[in-house]
């Protein structure tokens, strides 16, 4: 797990992303950070019982996890390129890529 000043200005901005949608779900919970610079993505979830997680790339994409769902298996769908679809809450319209595409 990687706290606030572990991660790069880069991978703060995806996290900040990430807490966003996480909160649009369900509000008042803490968050957990962990950067996966392989991925070239970043991990949240939600403390305590009925939160979240989802991971977040640089390309703007996500994968949202339901709160039953273990952090290696959303990782693994990750990494196999399995994404939540634009079209599934209003994160599309909020949320702009990190990282402009091709770069």
């Given at each position: 797990?990687?706290?606030?000043?572990?991660?790069?200005?880069?991978?703060?901005?995806?996290?900040?992303?990430g807490r966003q949608c996480l909160g649009m779900l369900t509000?008042?919970?803490?968050?957990?950070?962990?950067?996966?610079?392989?991925?070239?993505?970043?991990?949240?979830?939600?403390?305590?019982?009925?939160?979240?997680?989802?991971?977040?790339?640089?390309?703007?994409?996500?994968?949202?996890?339901?709160?039953?769902?273990?952090?290696?298996?959303?990782?693994?769908?990750?990494?196999?390129?399995?994404?939540?679809?634009?079209?599934?809450?209003?994160?599309?319209?909020?949320?702009?890529?990190?990282?402009?595409?091709?770069?």
């Amino acid at each position: 797990m990687s706290g606030p000043g572990e991660l790069t200005p880069l991978q703060e901005q995806l996290a900040e992303q990430g807490r966003q949608c996480l909160g649009m779900l369900t509000q008042g919970m803490e968050f957990g950070v962990e950067a996966l610079a392989q991925e070239r993505a970043v991990y949240v979830w939600q403390f305590g019982f009925g939160g979240g997680q989802i991971i977040v790339g640089e390309d703007g994409t996500l994968l949202f996890g339901a709160s039953a769902l273990w952090r290696d298996p959303l990782i693994e769908m990750w990494r196999t390129g399995r994404r939540t679809p634009r079209t599934v809450g209003a994160w599309d319209r909020r949320l702009r890529p990190a990282v402009p595409p091709g770069t």
